[in-house]
């Protein structure tokens, strides 16, 4: 009679009830609590977590992570936060949804990041961040927190772009006025037979007017002589100092001068030329009389002076830190922003503000094209944003409605005391 001896089957064999068990509870999310991040490793229980916490490997990679702890969670922080984002651009780009439902869906991928190894300790401190860095419209309701994704403006974008390619074409064109302006100090060096004297530099000092320095190279000896009378009968007639760093009515003289006496321009002085009759074009035609104006107010030490909205100093963007402002984008009528007020927190590409709002702290990015100064009450404090006196800071003492103009006293150095008058849209008010 044969007995047939069956070896039993251990505990954690393939496809064992033991083994489908523990593949089946790996496939589900574990508590958050008995999760290694820097390892990578879920445990089941307690027990576990503490025994994984003093292996040998644990111990290793806690060692790396006391060496730069807060690089190691700023990455954490920065993974998690773009895969959040990138969730909800994918599944929910253009609604209104419970932050606690998109991150459910999130956690879902086992291999997630978890918020644990984030500088955030709860949803709310995550959310309350989207809403501050202006990625998510941010909303407190009974139900809890409600998230929207704030979408950017294909025309937005498209005139940012604008404004970019706008600035680099600026800065190519300083680039070469500098480069032009290089090359005549050298052309007029070589002129008064300087070539081989190596260039001192000298400090330079400005008067006490604040005028703008003008320097110019000394005539060649030879024309030196001829000029004092110390040359031949037949010497040249001594040759003008050149001016290299004068104004444009500088350039102009110089110009004049040298078609009236007849001479050829060169093709480098054509090109300067071209550029500055360029340059004049762009300026606005009324700055020298705002100039003038200002000029002849303070010279008679009289009343308030009318600060002219043509005048110098006038640039196309005016946002700044600290102003309050109202949004009259009507695309954010819908959530309750239109024609409220808000405080510019920054200033993004010198057209965009973050404007924190008056009231329901939400963070949104408004263009400047739809934001409008405000005008506080007599007493309050403003600031210039735009005309000869921008950056100032002052009083506002009284408004003129019929004008469209307020008076203001500016209260800092160099034009301490002194009261002007502002269109609305130069002056705004501050927080």
């Known amino acids: 009679m044969f ?3 069956s070896r039993a089957r251990q505990k954690n064999d393939f496809l064992s009830p033991k083994d489908i068990a523990n ?3 790996a496939k589900g999310l574990q508590k958050l609590r008995w999760y290694c991040q820097l390892c990578q490793k879920q445990c089941r229980d307690e027990n576990g977590f503490k025994c ?7 111990r290793r990679q806690m060692e790396v992570f006391g060496q730069s702890a807060e690089r190691v969670v700023g990455g954490y922080t920065e993974e998690f936060e773009k895969s959040f984002l990138d969730h909800m651009r994918r599944a929910h780009p253009h609604s209104r949804i419970a932050a606690h439902v998109v991150y459910n869906e999130y ?7 978890h918020m644990n190894a984030t500088k955030w300790l709860t949803l709310t401190d995550f959310v309350k961040h989207l809403g501050r860095e202006g990625f998510c419209r941010v909303e407190e309701t009974p139900k809890g927190w409600f998230i929207s ?3 950017e403006d294909p025309a937005d974008k498209l005139a940012g772009e604008k404004r970019a390619k706008l600035a680099r074409r600026e800065e190519e064109d300083e680039e070469r006025q500098a480069r032009l302006l290089a090359e005549q100090v050298e052309r007029a060096r070589r002129a008064a037979g300087d070539d081989d004297a190596p260039a001192e530099g000298t400090e330079l000092q400005r008067d006490e007017n604040g005028e703008p320095l003008k320097l110019a190279l000394a005539p060649a000896p030879q024309a030196a002589a001829a000029a004092t009378g ?3 009968a037949g010497a040249r007639p001594a040759r003008p100092a050149v001016p290299l760093f004068g104004g444009d009515e500088d350039d102009a003289q110089q110009a004049a001068a040298a078609a009236a006496a007849g001479k050829k ?3 480098l002085e054509e090109l300067m030329h071209r550029d500055l009759e360029a340059k004049k074009r762009r300026l606005d035609g009324g700055a020298a009389n705002g100039a003038a104006a200002i000029a002849a107010a303070a010279a008679a030490g009289g009343g308030p002076e009318p600060a002219s909205s043509s005048g110098r100093g006038r640039v196309d963007h005016w946002l700044a830190e600290g102003l309050v402002v109202k949004v009259m984008s009507k695309a954010l009528k819908e959530h309750g922003y239109y024609k409220q007020k808000g405080v510019v927190e920054k200033v993004v590409d010198r057209y965009i503000g973050e404007i924190s709002m008056i009231g329901s702290g939400d963070v949104v990015r408004v263009d400047q094209a739809e934001l409008e100064t405000v005008i506080p009450s007599a007493g309050g404090r403003v600031r210039v944003v735009n005309g000869a006196y921008r950056g100032s800071r002052g009083e506002l003492l009284e408004i003129d409605t019929g004008k469209f103009a307020a008076l203001v006293r500016l209260s800092k150095a160099p034009h301490e005391g002194r009261e002007v008058w502002f269109e609305y849209e130069d002056i705004c008010k501050m927080e």
């Open 149 to 151: 994704l704030i979408q």
């Open 52 to 58: 994984h916490q003093m292996s040998e490997g644990h």
């Open 3 to 5: 007995h047939i001896h």
């Open 230 to 232: 110390g040359g031949a």
């Open 265 to 267: 321009r060169s093709k």
């Open 107 to 113: 956690i879902q991928d086992k291999h997630h990041i």
């Open 23 to 25: 593949r089946i509870k």
